[in-house]
């Protein structure tokens, strides 16, 4: 090959070796804040939950309180 041309270099892996999958996270962490587990539903008993406003925003609003008590109460439609 001409000096100034290299030869093209591989693509870095899909997977880096020592990074865990989701599935094992929940199992050693727990599932995050916001997230609660109502049992299976359907014939396939598939996992399911529900989610508070916790796990959409991040936001603890009990500690954080970021609702202005002036406001409005906008009901869900």
């Known amino acids: 090959m001409d000096e100034q041309q290299k030869p093209p270099t591989p693509p870095n892996p899909a997977h880096t070796p020592g990074t865990g999958k989701g599935e094992e996270k929940v ?3 727990g599932t995050h804040p916001g997230r609660q587990d109502t049992g299976t539903t359907g014939e396939a008993e598939r996992p ?9 925003t991040g936001v603890n ?3 954080e309180n970021p609702v202005d008590p002036a406001s409005p109460h906008l009901p869900t439609p």
Do not use: V
């Not at 399911?48 to 959409?56: I, V």
């Open 27 to 29: 199992q050693t962490e």
């Open 61 to 63: 609003a009990d500690k």
């Open 48 to 56: 399911s939950g529900k989610t508070t406003s916790r796990e959409s």
